[in-house]
C-alpha cells in the first residue's frame, strides 16, 4: 500500500555532512532581487540541487532574517553565500575564478533554455535579476551567454524564484 513518507524517512543529510558534500560547479547571482521570499526559495533550491554558493548583490536582502527564513528553512545556513555589493565586480571575480557567466534574461542574442548545450568541463555562475528590471544594464557586456526559458502563454515572464528553479535543475541534470 502506497503512503506519504515522514520526514524522518526522506534520509536527509544533516548540515555539516553538506556542507563536505561535493557541490555541482554552479554559482547563483542574485542581482538587485528584492524581495526576501524569493531570497529564501532561491537558497532552498540551491540547497537541493548541491549548488557550490550563491552570490547576493545590490539590493538584494541577506541573511539572517525571518522572511528570508521563511522560505529557505534554515537552507541558509548549509549552502554558502558572499554578498558583493556591486554586481560587475562580482562577475569579474566568477569570470577570473573561470566561471561561464549566463545571464537569464530575455536579449536580442539570448538562447532558449532548451538549446543550450550545458558542458560538464565547464563551470556556470547563473545571474538571476531584479524582480521588475532583470539584469542591470550596465554590466550586459560581462556576460559569456544569455538564456531564456520559453513560455508559449500570454505572460512575458516568470517570478525569479520559479525562473531560478528551472534553470537550476536543468543545469543539475548535466551537471550532477
Not at 528553512?73 to 562580482?90: C, Q, R
Request: proline fraction near 3%; hydrophobic fraction near 40%; charged fraction near 25%.
Amino acid at each position: 500500500m502506497m503512503k506519504k513518507l515522514k520526514l524522518e524517512e526522506l534520509g536527509r543529510i544533516d548540515i555539516p555532512t553538506f556542507k563536505k558534500t561535493e557541490k555541482i560547479p554552479l554559482v547563483i547571482v542574485l542581482d538587485n532581487v528584492r524581495s526576501m521570499h524569493n531570497v529564501g526559495a532561491i537558497f532552498r533550491t540551491g540547497d537541493a540541487f548541491l549548488i557550490e554558493k550563491i552570490v547576493l548583490c545590490g539590493i538584494t536582502p541577506i541573511p539572517p532574517h525571518r522572511e528570508i527564513h521563511k522560505a529557505a528553512l534554515g537552507a541558509t545556513e548549509s549552502v554558502e553565500w558572499i554578498y558583493e555589493k556591486n554586481i560587475d565586480d562580482a562577475l569579474i571575480k566568477l569570470s577570473k575564478e573561470n566561471f561561464q557567466i549566463i545571464g537569464i534574461e530575455q536579449t536580442t542574442n539570448s538562447k532558449k533554455l532548451n538549446d543550450f548545450t550545458i558542458e560538464n568541463h565547464y563551470k556556470y555562475a547563473l545571474v538571476l535579476g531584479n524582480e521588475v528590471d532583470g539584469l542591470s544594464e550596465n554590466a550586459l557586456n560581462l556576460y559569456d551567454e544569455f538564456l531564456e526559458i520559453p513560455q508559449l502563454g500570454t505572460k512575458h515572464s516568470l517570478n525569479v524564484s520559479v525562473c531560478g528553479g528551472i534553470v537550476m535543475w536543468e543545469f543539475f541534470k548535466n551537471l550532477s
